[in-house]
């Protein structure tokens, strides 16, 4: 295990949901399990009006979500990690000198020896990245000289190509690439990384993970909630913008790339980054009708109670063409992928919650097994990123009797069955590894400039095309059946239950 430094967080945007939600949750989970430097000290930046007192009691000691994790701790054990929490009010703008900033970060920093190494973490709107990373600049606190200086920034990073690469070019020109951390919490779930592990570490996947032994993969991601109190945001963005482009192409990426030469945080991302720009870019009408589909959901009855459709939601526009379910089939060009199609989707308001990977696997060449009913039972490797995470093969055995009659098996492992069933939140891991500089894990700026190539045609074709629909779909329901025109000769897509085992086709209705 690396050793981490003595160091110091810096939060702006303290006062918001994230830190007392996400932040601190995570960072008790490491408090706990003693994974915290012994110098550690964490300052809250915001322009609301708070004592240090007033913000310890905000997250930490009147927080409603560590209600849980600290039932069992002692008032000592909590106060303790409480007293790692100081707050420094910015007035009224965080585009002003940051001189009595830099001065408070200075006293902590000789109080507690936090040897001038500093986190800076932008929980803030995107529009504020570069107004505090140059205010931070005029203070020298990107100065490396004495301590490392690390810059987190929250997505979403950018609206379109463009805005990507304008906010790249405002932040890499006070802070260097190396301090740059662009967070993608998808990236830090444990079943996500495992992509990596099950394809390169095992022999029975490494050598078939190709268009030889590959039909086709499936990308599934769903929520059975709506756009909640997000309305006003989701509008704007939209579920490309919001899920596609960054955290199911970051999934796209690690089933794509190529063999990175070791580890490391730089060869595993150089990898990344060369998958993503093998995407084959649509950019013509017909294409881009041919493999893309977007939707809306539609009010319904659920478990007996009425929900509302989209244009309904709080801050949604009444006549609004946002998507609310997005379904794209592409191809990557290279060696390894050739002709292989992707299928990936993803929508609110679907049966269940799930994100899932499935790798379909060709046919034998030669099927002596012929009248076995094996048609449309294809090999399967699913890897459930969540909920009931784990991994699910699929693959054929001789029912008991006279003949051979073929029936589809499972052989399953679930991460709950492991002995030591610690498995780290998604923040409490990125937090860790940004303390340790390990940015394996986090967006470098061409990684997320070319999601943002692939992107972008799509994103234009549905706003300004000649020949674009928006589908309606029936809230509870797996997405509009348009979708399916996308799936070539047979294929249906697998509609996944709550569990990892569930067989598709159909959803539980109560």
């Known amino acids: 295990m690396n050793k981490t430094a003595n160091q110091m967080l810096v939060i702006f945007g303290a006062s918001g949901d994230l830190t007392a939600r996400k932040l601190v949750p995570a960072l ?22 708070m004592t240090d007192g007033e913000f310890r009691k905000k997250v930490v000691q009147e927080s409603t979500y560590l209600k849980d994790k600290v039932k069992d701790a002692s008032l000592d054990f909590i106060n303790t990690f409480a007293d790692k929490f100081f707050y420094e009010d910015l007035g009224e703008d965080y585009n002003k000198v940051y001189n009595k900033l830099a001065t408070r970060i200075s006293d902590l920093n000789n109080k507690f020896s936090t040897g001038e190494n500093y986190i800076f973490y932008l929980s803030t709107p995107p529009s504020l990245y570069e107004v505090i990373a140059k205010n931070l600049s005029e203070q020298g606190l990107n100065n490396e000289t ?5 810059i987190i920034v929250e997505k979403p990073f ?3 190509l463009e805005t990507a690469k304008k906010l790249n070019i405002g932040l890499q020109t006070y802070f260097n690439e190396s301090q740059i951390y662009r967070i993608d919490h998808y990236l830090g779930k444990e079943t996500v990384q495992n992509l990596l592990v099950t394809r390169f570490s095992n022999s029975i996947f490494e050598p078939l993970w190709n268009r030889n032994y590959i039909h086709h993969i499936e990308i599934t991601n769903a929520e059975s909630v709506g756009v909640e109190k997000r309305g006003g945001y989701y509008d704007k963005s939209g579920a490309l913008r919001d899920m596609f482009q960054n955290h199911l192409l970051q999934i796209v990426s690690l089933i794509v790339m190529e063999p990175p030469i070791d580890a490391s945080a730089q060869e595993i991302r150089n990898e990344k980054v060369k998958a993503l720009k093998s995407l084959r870019i649509m950019r013509d009408e017909e ?3 041919n493999n893309t589909v977007r939707g809306q959901y539609l009010a319904s009855v659920i478990d007996g109670k009425k929900v509302k459709g989209y244009r309904e939601e709080e801050g949604v526009d009444p006549n609004s063409k946002t998507e609310t379910y997005a379904a ?4 990557v060009d290279n060696w390894r992928w050739k002709d292989v199609p992707f299928y990936v989707r993803t929508a609110k308001r679907m049966p269940t919650k ?9 046919s034998p060449h030669h099927q002596v097994f012929k009248n076995s009913d094996m048609n449309n039972k294809d090999n399967q490797l699913i ?18 009797g006279q003949g051979f009659t073929v029936e589809r098996a499972n052989l399953d492992f679930y991460y709950s069955n492991l002995a030591d069933n610690n498995v780290m939140d998604a923040y409490e891991r990125l937090l860790l590894d940004a303390m340790q500089g390990d940015a394996t894990l986090y967006a470098r700026a061409d990684e997320v400039e070319a999601a943002w190539e692939f992107v972008d045609p799509i994103l234009d074709y549905w706003k300004n095309g000649s020949d674009v629909n928006i589908y309606g779909y029936s809230s509870g329901v797996w997405g509009p059946t348009n979708s399916d025109r996308l799936l070539e000769g047979d294929l249906k897509w ?14 539980v209705i109560k």
Request: aromatic fraction near 14%; glycine fraction near 8%.
């Open 158 to 160: 950018g609206y379109s």
């Open 354 to 362: 799930v994100t899932e990977v499935v790798i379909h696997f060709k």
């Open 287 to 289: 294409t881009l009708y």
């Open 28 to 49: 008790f989970n490491l408090y706990k399990a003693k994974q915290l430097p012994e110098n550690f000290v964490v300052l809250g930046v915001s322009r609301s009006n």
């Open 383 to 400: 890897i459930r990123i969540q909920p009931d995470e784990g991994i699910l093969i699929k693959f054929g055995v001789k029912v008991p």
């Open 494 to 507: 697998r509609n996944p239950g709550e569990n990892l085992a569930d067989d598709p086709g159909f959803c």
């Open 146 to 150: 004495n301590g490392w200086k690390r």
């Open 328 to 331: 794209i089939k592409f191809f």
